[in-house]
């Protein structure tokens, strides 16, 4: 079993639907990371979160470490949300931070 | 923009010949990381370097080696290229200090024929 596990692999949206992407983990975190990548593009740090939930324009990020489960929600979506979401766990030694990540998520959302 | 750039961006090799990918940043950050990117594995760590000369091995560490004789610079070394290294590889920094975000360079696209 992948000790980080995303839901679902692909989206397809319509423009201005709330979009929502899972992302269950199986090992005991500090924190985790929510990346983007565009295709073709490099990787976008969006968010890292340890509690609660964060907000950055129309991307909310929340997570609850009992339940071992964190989601990315995108409000009002739009063509360019089309990219490749990542979430990533922090295993090993609290320093070195290595993270391991899951399959990502490929989103579309068409006009 | 964390002050990360890779090099070279693309290269195109033939197996069994030696390869070295660049990483350079520019704030001198503690920690440094090479992932490669493959299509059905995701991102997975290679190597990592927390100071220099001071490096430990990731997940997919056999056939790779690294080297970091400056605080800048994290260097990817393929000793013999083989098709299956085939991949495209992201060099990531992160500011030291407990749990904190990392930043990722604009990779190198590698091709070993």
């Known amino acids: 079993k992948n000790e980080v596990e995303q839901s679902p692999q692909n989206l397809t949206a319509q423009e201005g639907e709330f979009i929502t992407i899972n992302c269950s983990y199986s090992?005991?975190?500090?924190?985790l990371h929510w990346l983007q990548q565009h295709p073709g593009g490099g990787i976008v740090s969006l968010f890292m979160?340890?509690?609660g939930k964060k907000k950055h324009g129309r991307l909310i990020a929340t997570i609850n470490i009992q339940e071992k489960h964190s989601s990315l929600h995108i409000t009002a979506s739009h063509p360019r949300d089309s990219a490749v979401y990542i979430c990533a766990v922090p295993t090993g030694v609290q320093g070195a931070q290595k993270l391991v990540f899951g399959q990502g998520t490929r989103l579309t959302i068409n006009p | 923009d964390a002050g990360i750039t890779q090099s070279p961006r693309h290269k195109v090799t033939e197996t069994g010949t030696p390869v070295t990918l660049r990483c350079h940043q520019t704030e001198n950050h503690r920690y440094m990381y090479w992932y490669r990117q493959d299509p059905g594995h995701g991102l997975r760590l290679i190597h990592y370097s927390y100071g220099v000369k001071d490096t430990d091995k990731g997940e997919v560490s056999d056939g790779y080696s690294v080297s970091r004789s400056k605080t800048e610079d994290f260097l990817l070394t393929l000793e013999s290229a083989t098709s299956s290294q085939t991949s495209v590889y992201f060099c990531a920094i992160r500011v030291s200090g407990g749990a904190s975000e990392q930043f990722f360079g604009p990779g190198t696209r590698l091709t070993v024929l």
């Open positions: 090992v005991g975190i500090s924190a």
């Open positions: 979160l340890s509690s």
